[in-house]
């Protein structure tokens, strides 16, 4: 059984005033979770990710989401932790309703694909599922996220934002930022747009990742 120390709460809530710096979340908008052994940083229920404070990180237990510390985790905890569960090999997941995937999400129709540059392929997945909308907190929204991410590192939610994860901080929030970044894109260029040809793509994993297809 670890034990968490101070000095890894004051990371992760450094890691949290990161997302806010970057423009990810706004307010009492989006969650993060950390895996550290046996155990999981949350941020608290309503916590301002932005401004979160060592006070309202919630300690938890991985295998059944008990909270350890006293601080009530944030009510999208069911899937973080199942997600954290699921893929041993993800120590952080991201949730926020960043502001160009979040306009993506309320378009009724979605592009076909978000890979308008190297870097979605290569960083956040050739495909990126869409969850239909489900009350934030349910139990079907958790079952639908932690299927999707199964074998997917990013994932967009209809109506609600973006989900992504990473072996670390910086990977689960370079997945974010460039979702971002192709939401951006999808939503100024509109129709007028170039995508990748899989032809492309295929090269550049083939470069970049050594995938052979």
């Not at 989401?65 to 944030?74: A, D, E, F, I, K």
């Not at 929204?141 to 994860?165: F, P, R, Y």
């Not at 997945?175 to 295929?202: C, K, Q, W, Y």
Request: with cysteine; proline share 6%; aromatic share 6%.
């Amino acid at each position: 059984m670890n034990e968490i120390t101070q000095e890894q709460i004051e990371e992760f809530v450094r890691q949290a005033r990161r997302v806010g710096d970057h423009g990810l979340t706004i307010c009492s908008s989006g969650n993060l979770s950390w895996r550290i052994g046996d155990k999981v940083l949350l941020s608290g229920t309503g916590s301002w990710v932005p401004e979160l404070t060592p006070d309202r990180v919630a300690v938890v237990s991985l295998a059944d989401g008990t909270s350890l510390n006293g601080v009530r985790p944030t009510m999208e905890s069911t899937f973080h932790l199942g997600v954290l569960r699921e893929r041993p090999e993800i120590n952080v997941v991201l949730h926020f309703q960043s502001p160009y995937a979040t306009c993506l999400a309320c378009r009724k129709d979605l592009p076909e694909t978000l890979n308008f540059t190297a870097e979605v392929p290569l960083h956040v997945g050739d495909t990126i599922p869409a969850i239909p909308f489900l009350r934030p907190g349910s139990k079907e929204l958790a079952e639908a996220v932690v299927a999707a991410m199964k074998d997917h590192n990013s994932i967009l939610l209809k109506k609600h934002g973006q989900v992504t994860c990473g072996k670390d901080f910086n990977q689960a929030l370079e997945r974010a930022m460039f979702f971002e970044m192709a939401a951006h894109i999808a939503v100024v260029n509109g129709s007028n747009i170039d995508p990748l040809t899989p032809a492309e793509i295929d090269s550049l994993e083939e470069y970049f990742l050594g995938k052979k297809h």
